[in-house]
């Protein structure tokens, strides 16, 4: 009985009074008008849309990239010839080098053996021309690769003993940079179109406090403060922004379908279990949350050009 | 209740719109503020609601000086005032009882306490049967009555007044003045600013008369 009187003085507050009031003026408004907002709200949707598409994709991306787990490698080919001596040398320095997992030693008689069978061969019939070298696979430790690696490489072309070292870590570091490329594109575009969206809401709240601009005085006239003015247009953009959260996040499922099933060929292709994934619910819940306040963002700058030209009504 | 101490106002452009006005005012008296249009009028009236600031001079209403009075606190004493104007700035697509309870909404009053206060303010301009039509919709006569209840359903402690009369017939006119006259005898402090010679010439009331932006003349209440 006095928790539901409290409740009631409560929600009875006129400050919470307030926020209904602007808040169902706001809703009202907006249905009157729902046409002429509706080319607004699908800007905006498509406007978010197109970041969090690319996101989801550069994450899920990112997290195909880690799954491979791809350990950096060095081939080393030894010269031609070299002693078993000299090749143990290096092995021995490199296995002594910090960064560095592991050294395999491909012998060139069993490479070439191994060669010779695969092909169907004698390897008696060349008697003992073998045209292989020695070959050492040094598998570099995780993140180890670019500025370390570089180093490393110089220091084993400088060995006497070696003929050359190929790197198997260059796609490797060319995928990280690109990745790389497209998450500092992908942060430009984002900044850009959400800056875009707020611009369109506060252009289209310019426009309606304009409209409103007879009311708006009468308002001031009688002692409304300026942020009672400006609530139901806050609360206008935040349902807006809202809204077109809602469509931004339709429109990612269906990207995420219509590519999923070309992916997943894909994916096949490359021995790969991988499939697209939707925007989780915590993810969909940011993408309207951010909506909305981009909604709130612009039609706060919208109010507040006009507002500052109607503060002082009637003249 | 109200004094303008040496009050000048000069807007951009070099308007003299006051020049050294100095006058009292007590509470619940009645005065006509007259003069040719141009002679500061509605400068004064625009003054003493803080829709303008002086240049010089001070304002002071109950004891407050206006001039003290920070932007974000003027919306509240805003409150305090009624206000009437020629052209009644109505919100001619919203209903009479919409128009009138705008004062309400902006203190956040409580929905039935509102009803009981529009209805209150529309009989007593006797619009009560015209609360539902829109405001665009009404006569002249009835529109400036939606204006004067709107302008009294905040209990306001004085009603400033801007040719309040200035569209209307005699008949109307008066009728308008008597509506005036019955807030008046309830207490409230009623500052009309008019041009209308005949109407004040009927009335025993305090006339202060303004050119070009002084006080020419101050003629006490009549017996």
């Known amino acids: ?315 | 209740m109200i004094r303008l101490d040496g009050v000048g106002k000069r807007y951009p452009g070099g308007n003299e719109a006051l020049r050294n006005v100095s006058l009292d005012i007590a509470a619940g008296e009645f005065v006509f503020l007259t003069g040719h249009s141009g002679a500061g009028k509605s400068t004064l009236l625009r003054l003493l609601a803080l829709l303008d600031r002086p240049s010089r001079g001070q304002v002071l209403v109950e004891n407050r000086n206006l001039e003290r009075i920070p932007a974000r606190e003027v919306p509240y004493y805003r409150r305090q005032l009624g206000m009437i104007f020629q052209e009644h700035h109505l919100l001619p697509e919203q209903s009479a009882f919409d128009n009138v309870a705008v004062p309400l909404l902006v203190c956040g009053i409580g929905d039935n306490e509102i009803r009981k206060r529009v209805r209150a303010a529309l009989d007593k301009v006797n619009l009560l049967h015209k609360e539902n039509a829109l405001a665009g919709t009404l006569s002249t006569g009835e529109q400036q009555r939606v204006g004067i209840a709107r302008a009294v359903v905040n209990r306001p402690l004085m009603l400033l007044a801007d040719e309040p009369t200035g569209n209307l017939d005699p008949e109307l006119s008066r009728e308008i003045l008597g509506l005036f006259e019955q807030f008046n005898r309830v207490g409230v402090t009623v500052i009309i600013a008019t041009h209308d010679a005949a109407l004040i010439a009927k009335q025993a009331r305090r006339v202060i008369a303004l050119n070009e932006g002084r006080v020419v003349a101050d003629t006490p209440a009549g017996p």
């Open chain 1, 1 to 315: 009985m006095s928790r539901a009187r409290g409740l009631a003085r409560l929600t009875g507050h006129p400050w919470l009074r307030g926020h209904r009031r602007a808040l169902r003026a706001a809703v009202r408004h907006l249905r009157a008008n729902l046409l002429a907002n509706l080319t607004g709200i699908t800007i905006m949707a498509v406007a978010l849309a197109l970041p969090a598409t690319l996101l989801l994709l550069l994450e899920q991306h990112l997290a195909l990239f880690e799954q491979w787990g791809a350990q950096p490698s060095l081939t080393v080919f030894m010269q031609h010839g070299a002693a078993p001596e000299a090749t143990a040398a290096v092995v021995a320095a490199l296995e002594a080098r910090a960064g560095i997992e592991g050294v395999e030693h491909v012998a060139a008689a069993a490479a070439f053996a191994e060669f010779a069978a695969s092909m169907g061969l004698d390897p008696a019939a060349f008697g003992d021309r073998n045209p292989l070298p020695e070959v050492l696979v040094v598998t570099l430790a995780q993140g180890t690769a670019g500025d370390g690696s570089a180093a490393l490489v110089d220091w084993i072309r400088g060995q006497a003993a070696v003929d050359d070292v190929i790197v198997d870590i260059a796609w490797i570091e060319r995928l990280g940079a690109i990745t790389r490329l497209a998450e500092r594109a992908l942060a430009v575009v984002a900044v850009l179109l959400l800056g875009a969206t707020v611009l369109v809401v506060g252009n289209t709240v310019r426009l309606v406090v304009q409209e409103h601009a007879a009311e708006i005085e009468v308002l001031k006239l009688v002692g409304a403060t300026d942020a009672y003015v400006r609530r139901p247009f806050l609360y206008g953009g935040i349902v807006q922004g809202a809204i077109a959260g809602l469509g931004a996040v339709l429109l990612v499922e269906l990207v995420v379908i219509a590519l999923s099933g070309p992916v997943q060929a894909l994916a096949a292709a490359y021995l790969s279990a991988f499939r697209l994934h939707g925007p989780g619910p915590g993810a969909m819940l940011g993408l309207v949350g951010t909506a909305a306040l981009l909604g709130w963002a612009g039609a706060w700058l919208g109010t507040a050009h006009s507002l500052a030209r109607l503060s002082s009504p009637v003249h």
